[in-house]
Nanobody, 115 residues
């Protein structure tokens, strides 16, 4: 079993910054990728950023230049540094970890950006 614990969400004014963290624990043999999705009310869940086992990263165009994903491999932890936040970044942010063909999700953390 794998558990994901997220932290760092909250409320911030437009232009502000937040840093999300996600730690995976449990039976983890080999991580294929870890990353973040977000879902706003009434919308689909979209990929925000991910980091592969190789260390290469992918960032959604909507947040490119503002968000950065990084990791601490020894701690099975990833971070999402979110700068220059906009009201449209308001959403529930979900961490995931892919272990081969198996995907596990965190409980999510709310990010609210006020104008």
């Amino acid at each position: 079993q794998v558990q994901l614990v997220e932290s760092g969400g909250g409320k911030v004014q437009a232009g502000g910054s937040l840093r999300l963290s996600c730690t995976a624990s449990g039976t983890i043999l080999s991580i294929t990728s870890m990353g973040w999705y977000r879902q706003a009310p009434g919308k689909q869940r979209d990929l925000v950023a991910r980091i592969l086992s190789s260390g290469s990263t992918g960032i959604a165009d909507s947040v490119k230049g503002r968000f950065t994903i990084s990791r601490d491999t020894a701690k099975n932890t990833i971070y999402l540094q979110m700068n220059s936040l906009k009201p449209e970044d308001t959403a529930f942010y979900y961490c995931y970890v892919a272990l081969g063909g198996d995907v596990y999700w965190g409980q999510g953390t709310q990010v609210t950006v006020s104008s």
